[in-house]
């Protein structure tokens, strides 16, 4: 018997199983697959046949001792696995002060179940931090005893979002509180044999991938030694390419940018306006400015000149079917949405809310809910810029508009209350542009006295204010889809063709090419880099932050790899061009937030890194399909010719296939030490999970020598196929599925 197919037989089945699965549980609900699929014996016994039938054929071959070691990195693994299954127990205790607690909910296959403690539980303190200045957790803390009657003495212990606590092989892990504050609830873990497998099975793994990329004779190593891969590069060429409308009234230039420099409370951090009026902006106008006014100017107008801003065509109906049925443009004014004291939304708003979600009513609701900011903008609870601190000592941003704490001194209270008031009238109904630098100058003086801590640090606001002013997405995504596009199509034709491209003879161009990209990849870097400085943390928290970071992987390839293998570049100006592209979407919020708590883990950022270099690498590998592909379909080249441009391609594939297998691999494992850190389970079966683990099955098939992938057109069409997987799980997933890793 063939062991080696009857394990892929049996992954085949998994993966079928698994990717339906995600789709039953959008339908019948998470505990119906748990229980049904991931938790049934059939699908234990499916894992197990895998593993068996993997183990024979491992048996009945001599293999290097690297790949030895990395199939039996993925049997510890199961191992661990089915000891969890087997002999973990998991539930959640509920702590109230005052009250002592010596039972706990287990989850069982039947439902939870009421189980004692070996112990007795008492809730000391439970405490939530907030970010400086904002009303954001930044953790939960719970501080509990745990007693036992045979000792008599108490043990103390403290638990926290990504800090555990562990008493006699029972692991406690933060999960939620009281809406009072006077109760908290702990998940427990108790998990004896199965994360110590589990966690021999993740070290064992990491060492066997460096072993295989570094082995001198290996896969990997040799692809870079192959001379059809040489020649390919040898070819590889690039080419580059290189109304006047009428016054409104707001404030000045200058003016507004001072304006913009006030800090407010935006978002649950403390950031200068000018990120509120560009949001408000983008928000209602769907740009970062209206005509030649700066986002400052138009929100100043909106606020002090609301007559004549209301009349401007100033916001965008981004839905046909509403522009119709509304029988206006695609820009509109407010007055045209308010005739008469009528609000022309006010029908398709109150349908959707009775339960009509057709196309029409959604558009109608989110263009309402972005007029409802413009509203309450202009009654003034956005305005949250006058910082004051609170009876537990901590400081909180208020608006003209919320009262204050009653400790709040009457000359803080009467400014705060009137600040708004006086600029308005005696600075910008009198245009007296002396008065108005003084108001502004009064208010960021009081918000430096008053701040504290929770005013950003100076080098952070400059950042933001840089970040702010040259908003180079937009910009760089048209460049790089363009070049990319140009450059893709002249590497096509140069392959057809079977000669070289102008840059070949041509320094100047090859040199301009160089220039540009490096520039691409420069700006990108710095935009990044800002977005990291103003954040405090890696920039990794939300789906449009790690679509830069895919765009700057992709980019970061070529840069180092240019010389070697020049078709880099125009793989990743395109590919750059369109993840660029894509975090550009509306469904997607470049907004700056603090992230929450269980997110706040340095293995998140090293997660999120993998799996974002496993995605770029693997991209790359599409992309080497499309174009052996498209010389299959195109081709002028003799037959043997053209077999030697698609082997190369084959090769070229491989050597992205292997280190993005090993990063995607090492990705998903990290996330799996996280989440045991976390919430208590190293493997929830969330459906971002499942399709992770669906692209590390299918894209580790063509590294076994099935005969099937020694042809060029297999080899790519399944690889496109298998790219489809990796868009299902970073798009479909987020917009589709759902689930704890959605992210939009």
């Given at each position: 018997?063939?062991?080696?197919?009857?394990?892929?037989?049996?992954?085949?089945i998994?993966?079928?199983?698994?990717?339906?699965?995600?789709?039953?549980?959008?339908s019948?609900?998470?505990?119906?697959?748990?229980?049904?699929?991931?938790h049934?014996?059939?699908?234990?016994?499916?894992w197990?046949?895998?593993?068996?039938?993997?183990?024979?054929?491992?048996?009945?071959?001599?293999?290097?001792?690297?790949?030895?070691?990395?199939?039996?990195?993925?049997?510890?693994?199961?191992?661990?696995?089915?000891?969890?299954?087997?002999?973990?127990?998991?539930?959640?205790?509920?702590?109230?002060?005052?009250?002592?607690?010596?039972?706990?909910?287990?989850?069982?296959?039947?439902?939870?179940?009421?189980?004692?403690?070996?112990?007795?539980?008492?809730?000391?303190?439970?405490?939530?931090?907030?970010?400086?200045?904002?009303?954001?957790p930044a953790?939960?803390?719970?501080?509990?005893t745990?007693?036992?009657?045979?000792?008599?003495?108490?043990?103390?212990?403290?638990?926290?979002?990504?800090?555990?606590?562990?008493?006699?092989?029972?692991?406690?892990?933060?999960?939620?509180?009281?809406?009072?504050?006077?109760?908290?609830?702990?998940?427990?873990?108790?998990?004896?044999?199965?994360?110590?497998?589990?966690?021999?099975?993740?070290?064992?793994?990491?060492?066997?991938?460096?072993?295989?990329?570094?082995?001198?004779?290996?896969?990997?190593?040799?692809?870079?030694?192959?001379?059809?891969?040489?020649?390919?590069?040898?070819?590889?060429?690039?080419?580059?390419?290189?109304?006047?409308?009428?016054?409104?009234?707001?404030?000045?230039?200058?003016?507004?940018?001072?304006?913009?420099?006030?800090?407010?409370?935006?978002?649950?951090?403390?950031?200068?306006?000018?990120?509120?009026?560009?949001?408000?902006?983008?928000?209602?106008?769907?740009?970062?400015?209206?005509q030649?006014?700066?986002?400052e100017?138009?929100?100043?107008?909106?606020?002090?000149?609301?007559?004549?801003?209301?009349?401007?065509?100033?916001?965008?109906?981004?839905?046909?079917?509403?522009?119709?049925?509304?029988?206006?443009?695609?820009?509109?004014?407010?007055?045209?949405?308010?005739?008469?004291?009528?609000?022309?939304?006010?029908?398709?708003v109150?349908?959707?809310?009775?339960?009509?979600?057709?196309?029409?009513?959604?558009?109608?609701?989110?263009?309402?809910?972005?007029?409802?900011?413009?509203?309450?903008?202009?009654?003034?609870?956005?305005?949250?810029?006058?910082?004051?601190?609170?009876?537990?000592?901590?400081?909180?941003?208020?608006?003209?508009?919320?009262?204050?704490?009653?400790?709040?001194?009457?000359?803080?209270?009467?400014?705060?209350?009137?600040?708004?008031?006086?600029?308005?009238?005696?600075?910008?109904?009198?245009?007296?542009?002396?008065?108005?630098?003084?108001?502004?100058?009064?208010?960021?003086?009081?918000?430096?006295q008053?701040?504290?801590?929770?005013?950003?640090?100076?080098?952070?606001?400059?950042?933001?204010?840089?970040?702010?002013?040259?908003?180079?997405?937009?910009?760089?995504?048209?460049?790089?889809?363009?070049?990319?596009?140009?450059?893709?199509?002249?590497?096509?034709f140069?392959?057809?063709?079977?000669?070289?491209?102008?840059?070949?003879?041509?320094?100047?161009?090859?040199?301009?090419v160089?220039?540009?990209?490096?520039?691409?990849?420069?700006?990108?870097?710095?935009h990044?880099a800002?977005?990291?400085?103003?954040?405090?943390?890696?920039?990794?928290?939300?789906?449009?932050?790690?679509?830069?970071?895919?765009?700057?992987?992709?980019?970061?390839?070529?840069?180092?790899?240019?010389?070697?293998?020049?078709?880099?570049?125009?793989?990743?100006?395109?590919?750059?061009?369109?993840?660029?592209?894509?975090?550009?979407?509306?469904?997607?919020?470049?907004?700056?937030?603090?992230?929450?708590?269980?997110?706040?883990?340095?293995?998140?950022?090293?997660?999120?890194?993998?799996?974002?270099?496993?995605?770029?690498?693997?991209?790359?590998?599409?992309?080497?399909?499309?174009?052996?592909?498209?010389?299959?379909?195109?081709?002028?080249?003799?037959?043997?010719?053209?077999?030697?441009?698609?082997?190369?391609?084959?090769?070229?594939?491989?050597?992205?296939?292997?280190?993005?297998?090993?990063?995607?691999?090492?990705?998903?494992?990290?996330?799996?030490?996280?989440?045991?850190?976390?919430?208590?389970r190293?493997?929830?079966?969330?459906?971002?999970?499942?399709?992770?683990?669906?692209?590390?099955?299918?894209?580790?098939?063509?590294?076994?020598?099935?005969?099937?992938?020694?042809?060029?057109?297999?080899?790519?069409?399944?690889?496109?196929?298998?790219?489809?997987?990796?868009?299902?799980?970073?798009?479909?997933?987020?917009?589709?599925?759902?689930?704890?890793?959605?992210?939009?």
């Amino acid at each position: 018997m063939n062991w080696k197919i009857g394990s892929f037989v049996g992954i085949g089945i998994l993966v079928v199983i698994l990717a339906v699965a995600t789709f039953f549980e959008k339908s019948f609900g998470t505990d119906f697959v748990v229980r049904y699929v991931y938790h049934s014996w059939w699908f234990v016994l499916l894992w197990g046949w895998v593993a068996f039938s993997g183990c024979a054929a491992l048996l009945h071959r001599q293999f290097r001792r690297s790949l030895i070691a990395l199939h039996a990195s993925l049997l510890l693994i199961l191992l661990g696995a089915l000891l969890t299954f087997l002999t973990a127990r998991r539930g959640v205790v509920h702590l109230r002060q005052g009250v002592p607690a010596d039972s706990f909910q287990e989850e069982t296959p039947q439902g939870k179940v009421t189980v004692r403690l070996p112990f007795t539980m008492r809730l000391e303190q439970f405490s939530v931090h907030y970010h400086p200045g904002s009303e954001m957790p930044a953790d939960y803390e719970t501080s509990f005893t745990i007693q036992e009657e045979q000792t008599g003495s108490p043990v103390s212990g403290t638990v926290s979002m990504n800090r555990i606590f562990s008493y006699r092989g029972i692991r406690f892990y933060q999960t939620s509180y009281d809406a009072d504050g006077k109760g908290s609830y702990l998940s427990l873990n108790e998990d004896r044999y199965g994360i110590s497998v589990t966690y021999a099975g993740y070290f064992l793994l990491f060492v066997s991938l460096i072993w295989i990329l570094g082995e001198r004779n290996g896969g990997f190593r040799s692809l870079w030694r192959n001379p059809r891969l040489h020649r390919l590069m040898m070819l590889c060429c690039l080419l580059v390419l290189a109304s006047e409308a009428r016054a409104l009234p707001t404030l000045r230039e200058d003016r507004a940018q001072e304006f913009g420099r006030l800090l407010v409370s935006y978002q649950g951090r403390v950031c200068p306006m000018q990120t509120l009026a560009l949001d408000m902006v983008r928000k209602l106008h769907g740009s970062n400015s209206y005509q030649h006014y700066s986002a400052e100017q138009v929100m100043a107008g909106l606020l002090f000149y609301a007559a004549e801003w209301d009349a401007e065509p100033l916001v965008r109906v981004k839905d046909t079917g509403l522009r119709q049925a509304l029988q206006c443009d695609k820009y509109v004014s407010v007055n045209q949405l308010v005739q008469g004291g009528d609000y022309v939304l006010q029908p398709y708003v109150e349908e959707y809310y009775r339960g009509k979600h057709s196309k029409l009513n959604k558009a109608a609701v989110d263009l309402d809910e972005r007029l409802q900011l413009l509203a309450l903008m202009r009654q003034g609870s956005m305005m949250r810029v006058f910082p004051a601190r609170q009876s537990d000592g901590q400081i909180r941003w208020y608006s003209p508009v919320d009262s204050l704490p009653a400790a709040t001194p009457r000359a803080q209270r009467l400014f705060v209350r009137e600040a708004f008031g006086w600029l308005y009238e005696y600075g910008v109904r009198r245009e007296d542009d002396a008065v108005l630098r003084d108001m502004l100058s009064k208010i960021k003086s009081y918000q430096q006295q008053y701040g504290g801590d929770s005013v950003p640090a100076s080098f952070r606001l400059r950042a933001e204010q840089w970040y702010n002013r040259f908003p180079v997405v937009g910009m760089l995504y048209k460049i790089n889809l363009t070049v990319g596009l140009l450059l893709f199509l002249a590497l096509i034709f140069a392959l057809l063709k079977n000669r070289p491209l102008p840059y070949v003879r041509n320094p100047w161009m090859r040199g301009g090419v160089w220039v540009l990209l490096g520039g691409v990849f420069a700006l990108l870097t710095a935009h990044i880099a800002l977005r990291w400085v103003i954040c405090g943390r890696l920039p990794m928290g939300n789906g449009y932050e790690t679509m830069l970071l895919l765009a700057w992987l992709v980019l970061l390839l070529p840069v180092l790899l240019n010389r070697r293998f020049p078709a880099l570049v125009s793989f990743g100006f395109l590919l750059s061009g369109f993840f660029l592209l894509v975090s550009g979407l509306s469904q997607m919020d470049p907004v700056m937030t603090h992230l929450v708590p269980v997110l706040s883990s340095p293995l998140l950022s090293i997660h999120v890194s993998l799996i974002m270099s496993a995605y770029a690498l693997l991209s790359f590998t599409a992309l080497c399909a499309i174009v052996s592909l498209l010389l299959q379909v195109l081709h002028r080249l003799p037959d043997c010719r053209l077999a030697e441009r698609q082997e190369s391609l084959l090769l070229l594939s491989r050597l992205f296939l292997y280190p993005g297998i090993a990063l995607l691999a090492a990705g998903i494992f990290v996330g799996a030490i996280w989440a045991n850190v976390s919430w208590g389970r190293y493997w929830g079966w969330d459906p971002k999970e499942v399709w992770a683990l669906i692209n590390l099955l299918l894209y580790a098939v063509p590294l076994h020598g099935f005969r099937v992938f020694r042809s060029p057109v297999r080899y790519h069409l399944y690889m496109l196929f298998c790219f489809l997987t990796v868009l299902m799980t970073y798009i479909g997933v987020n917009y589709f599925l759902g689930g704890m890793h959605s992210y939009a």
